[in-house]
């Protein structure tokens, strides 16, 4: 998949919730969110906006976690291309 | 140890809802063993049982004949406008005389509530339910300004009798959004927070402080959608010694004096967002010893009599009400709070 740099994006996983307190979000490896056990929906955890500013390769994870340990998902590839400029703002003239 | 999460996927933009069984969270509750009654309102019989002069005709549960383009698998409020009542014929037509004979000038209030016995005995009490509130509320509301919507009924003396002295009510204010029907406020209306105008120290008619602050009712409301199903929490823990109110003690830096309050909770949250704690561990004083019905009224003080009222029907869905006995409610609980879902 690819996003557009500053782009919200959702990541979703399947899981039963089971021995599981939270589920963390990892963009590169590195933890970006984290969601609570209670808000896994019929089998879903889900995390909305998402936003990654670095073009280039990237990697999301979703790594539930318990008492006892943690498990990870396998790693989904991603890419973030630069995104549409923003729109100049403020124009004026001066005269010299 | 937990399992590892499968089938990672990417999306642009938000998630979309979730889907599944609309039902599993009430079936999930009423197969417990601390659940003391539940009712999913998806049988007519069962609806004109909860209702004093039935047949219901404000409520009804007939989804094969449903018009509504948003018609949902619940039980459905249709309530046109006071001005229309005359030309109504089931309601011209009612058997009960005191519903027949309702003219065409008066309040816009929904004449057959729903009473749900809970006949709560023990030491706390649990509700939940599902509400959609039609984008009718907000469209056709005219001068219509505030629902009195959800109420649990007391009674002074018959564990098993229908309630009369409200409990709780809550209040659901139309604001100015268009695609809002109700603010939410579920708060606003604090003066039934303690019956006979009793109150616990530091509540005030229209703001219990606690969590967020003196003044800060706002940063607690939760503003229902149009069109979507919010689902409700309401926890109840009856007769609690002011002492152990910690958490409140921890906010106001003394003990909370004058011997025992109800000490309520109550969440509200949607397919979309999260539990939002509109109420949290505030004491409230009750002054009749059961709590025995839950009532889905929608009263409210305009009228047409006075050239306003509504100019249009009401749509609303009611659905899957469970009430638990002595639950533990743990806030982030899994089959408790999960999300209400569409259908």
């Not at chain 1, 998949?1 to 307190?21: K, S, Y």
């Not at chain 2, 002054?287 to 025995?292: R, V």
Request: hydrophobic share 35%; proline share 9%; net charge neutral.
């Amino acid at each position: 998949m690819t996003v557009a740099r500053n782009q919200p994006f959702h990541v979703q996983a399947d899981h039963d919730g089971v021995d599981t307190e939270t589920y963390e979000l990892k963009i590169d490896g590195a933890v970006v969110a984290t969601e609570p056990v209670a808000n896994l929906q019929t089998g879903v955890i889900t995390f909305d906006n998402v936003m990654v500013t670095q073009v280039g390769n990237h990697t999301a994870a979703v790594n539930a976690v318990g008492p006892a340990g943690s498990a990870e998902s396998d790693p989904l590839p991603f890419d973030v291309v630069p995104g549409k400029p923003g729109k100049p703002t403020n124009v004026r003239l001066t005269v010299v | 140890m937990p399992t590892k999460p499968t089938n990672l996927r990417m999306g642009l933009g938000p998630a979309p809802p979730p889907t599944g069984n609309p039902h599993a969270h009430f079936e999930a509750l009423a197969a417990r063993p601390d659940c003391l009654r539940s009712y999913s309102l998806r049988s007519q019989a069962q609806i004109n049982s909860v209702t004093k002069q039935p047949p219901n005709i404000f409520w009804t549960y007939d989804p094969a004949n449903d018009t509504h383009p948003l018609k949902q698998d619940a039980c459905k409020l249709w309530k046109p406008p006071r001005s229309q009542f005359t030309s109504w014929p089931a309601l011209v037509t009612h058997p009960h005389t005191a519903i027949k004979s309702l003219g065409n000038l008066g309040d816009e209030t929904v004449y057959l509530p729903l009473r749900l016995p809970v006949h709560s005995s023990g030491s706390s009490l649990t509700l939940t339910w599902d509400f959609w509130w039609g984008s009718e509320f907000q469209t056709n509301k005219g001068t219509v300004n505030a629902w009195k919507s959800i109420y649990v009924e007391t009674n002074p003396t018959n564990p098993t009798g229908e309630g009369s002295k409200t409990y709780q009510c809550f209040h659901q204010l139309l604001n100015t959004a268009l695609v809002i029907p109700a603010n939410g406020d579920c708060c606003a209306h604090h003066s039934d927070l303690g019956e006979l105008g009793n109150k616990a120290p530091g509540v005030t008619d229209n703001d219990p402080f606690f969590p967020t602050g003196l003044g800060a009712a706002p940063l607690r409301t939760f503003v229902m959608q149009a069109n979507r199903w919010t689902r409700y929490l309401f926890h109840i823990e009856k007769a609690v010694p002011g002492s152990a109110f910690t958490s409140w003690r921890a906010f106001t830096g003394a003990d909370l004096t004058g011997g025992t309050y109800d000490r309520v909770s109550f969440w509200a949250w949607d397919p979309q967002r999260d539990p939002v704690r509109v109420l949290f561990e505030v004491p409230v004083v009750r002054d009749y010893p059961f709590l025995n019905t839950q009532r889905f009224s929608f009263d409210c003080s305009t009228n047409n009599s006075t050239g306003g009222g509504l100019i249009g029907p009401i749509v609303a869905y009611a659905r899957n009400v469970v009430a638990l006995n002595n639950a533990a409610v743990v806030e982030g609980d899994p089959v408790l709070f999960a999300r209400p879902i569409a259908g």
